[in-house]
């Protein structure tokens, strides 16, 4: 099958390669994916940096990505939940850095994969797992309800536009930071949108004089502006700063979860979630997805289609 592959870290895409790779093998419990999209996320190139090499081990060549949706090819033994032609999605990561979804199949744990929604297209639905159970375990962990305040760091981008949808699901009201530019997306995703960057522990307070009451922080490096702006009793979360347990917060993780992404896909199906996709590529060009990633000024999310 194609792929794309590394075969050592580095820190730019000059260790990319696209071309020819040995098809997977489906184990127990097991079910082989035809890929007709795979979301990048950040992730993707810190790994590829060696970013996770002291927590996760790694065998090169590396397929990356974490990200997929696609049809059932086949599945293997004691895998009676699925079934060829079956349309799914799924978080594909796996306890060691090399079989990603970068590739034309891939092979994932039948307990981390979802029936994709009819209400998503394939692009859609390959950029909800990682952003959407990141989303979720936020406000799971926060225990985000109608009388919460909510603010989103990072509210225009893949995780925090969908956590802003998931907010006003919940009944919470939601401020969003974003830039001017993302401040419509934002509303229409149904938050209030602040503009981030100096003075925004004031716009906050303008529009919230109370202090909100729950923080997610989906950017990283914004632990002072959410203190200052957390309410008596507040709580806080963040999946890029784990100096917030310090401070009486949470670093959160997410896990493969088939489903908790059930659960978001019946959310999509109802009309109360929907993912933007804000460019698609090849997967020969991979690299030029990874070099809009690290602008960090995406919005919504950026997907590769074999």
């Not at 995780?159 to 969003?176: F, P």
């Not at 729950?214 to 702006?229: I, M, N, P, R």
């Amino acid at each position: 099958m194609r792929a794309v592959t590394y075969d050592s870290y580095a820190g730019d895409n000059s260790r990319l390669r696209y071309g020819e790779v040995p098809d997977p093998k489906v184990g127990p419990g097991q079910v082989l994916i035809r890929v007709r999209a795979a979301a990048v996320n950040p992730v993707d190139w810190k790994v590829m940096a060696g970013g996770l090499d002291g927590m996760m081990d790694t065998v090169f060549p590396v397929v990356p990505g974490w990200d997929v949706a696609g049809e059932v090819a086949a599945v293997g033994p004691a895998t009676p939940e699925f079934t060829p032609g079956d349309e799914v999605m799924a978080y594909a990561r796996k306890d060691v850095v090399q079989a990603g979804t970068f590739a034309e199949y891939v092979t994932v744990a039948a307990p981390a994969v979802a029936r994709k929604p009819a209400a998503l297209d394939w692009a859609q639905a390959a950029g909800l797992p990682l952003a959407g159970l990141t989303a979720l375990r936020g406000l799971d962990r926060l225990a985000v309800g109608p009388k919460d305040v909510l603010l989103v760091h990072g509210a225009a981008g893949g995780v925090g536009s969908l956590a802003v949808q998931l907010g006003r699901d919940r009944g919470a009201r939601v401020i969003g930071t974003a830039s001017e530019r993302n401040h419509a997306f934002v509303r229409e995703s149904g938050g209030e949108p602040v503009s981030y960057g100096d003075g925004l522990t004031e716009r906050v307070r303008a529009i919230a004089p109370a202090g909100v009451t729950a923080v997610a922080d989906f950017v990283g490096g914004q632990l002072e502006t959410t203190l200052a702006v957390l309410a008596d009793g507040g709580r806080h979360v963040s999946v890029a700063d784990p100096t917030a347990e310090r401070h009486g917060g949470h670093w959160i993780w997410v896990r493969p979860d088939g489903a908790a992404l059930a659960a978001l896909a019946a959310m999509a199906d109802r009309g109360a979630l929907t993912v933007e996709v804000a460019d698609t590529f090849p997967l020969e060009r991979t690299g030029a997805a990874f070099d809009a990633s690290r602008t960090g000024h995406t919005r919504g999310k950026l997907v590769i289609v074999p």
